[in-house]
């Protein structure tokens, strides 16, 4: 149960606007505000933004 608490799964979704999506986990200890980092968006191919929801 801890496991889940401290670091939960997190989807991270493109800001292209393409709807596609990253599945991870992170730490909400040490980031405790939301996620955002730039990955590869295959559907317009290139790498752009990926912002976390919750």
Known sequence: MARN???PLIKLRSTAGTGYTYVTRKNRRNTPD???LR???PVVRRHVLFREER
């Open 5 to 7: 608490d401290i670091r």
């Open 39 to 41: 990955k590869y968006d």
């Open 34 to 36: 939301r996620l955002a």
